[in-house]
């Protein structure tokens, strides 16, 4: 069960699951151009964090790590966050926090990754907080939904993955 400072909270779509291949989604980027996970280098592995909002405290630190990670694995991980934020307020925290190292897009239009990846809060169309990671071959390798959504993932264990499939 996910809960939501406490409260349970339905989770919207199919659940995603280690092994399975990973769902072509669209979101949306900064300059309100589409993203395809499909457009990213097939020669990476791509670790997907997932936030509810970019400018909540817990997400904000979420941000930030993975921003930092992205700069020493720039050559072989494709780190994108995606949150439902409109684009506008993802480039102006971005500016302000100097996230330059990953990909920030948002799920606010068609919430198509949250639907698709079981990620999506019922009610509220926030997204749960979680990490995906998927390797060179499109296939899902780890995930993680956070079972308190005001608590970080779990970076120690995302990151043991990713460096594997390195």
């Given amino acids: 069960m996910i809960t939501f400072a406490g409260n349970p909270i339905n989770i919207l779509g199919p659940a995603t699951e280690k092994g399975t291949k990973a769902q072509d989604f669209i ?26 909002s970019i400018d909540t405290g817990i997400c904000s630190l979420q941000t930030i790590f993975f921003n930092q990670e992205a700069a020493k694995y720039k050559d ?9 934020d409109l684009p506008f307020a993802q480039k102006r925290y971005c500016a302000a926090e100097g996230i330059d190292n990953l990909t920030v897009v948002s799920d606010y239009q068609t919430h198509d990754f949250g639907m698709k990846y ?35 993932p779990n970076y120690d264990a995302a990151l043991e993955v990713m460096k594997t499939l390195i």
Avoid at 30 to 36: A, Y
Avoid at 76 to 84: N, R, S
Avoid at 122 to 150: A, M, P, S
Wanted: glycine share 4%; charged share 30%; hydrophobic share 45%.
């Fill in 76 to 84: 072989d991980v494709e780190l994108v966050e995606i949150t439902v």
């Fill in 27 to 52: 979101a949306v980027k900064q300059d309100l151009s589409t993203f395809r996970l499909s457009d990213l280098p097939k020669d990476k592995v791509k670790v997907i964090s997932v936030a509810p």
């Fill in 118 to 152: 079981g990620f999506l809060i019922e009610g509220l169309k926030l997204l749960t907080r979680g990490v995906v990671i998927i390797d060179k071959n499109d296939t899902i390798q780890y995930v993680e939904y956070v079972k308190e959504v005001t608590t970080e």
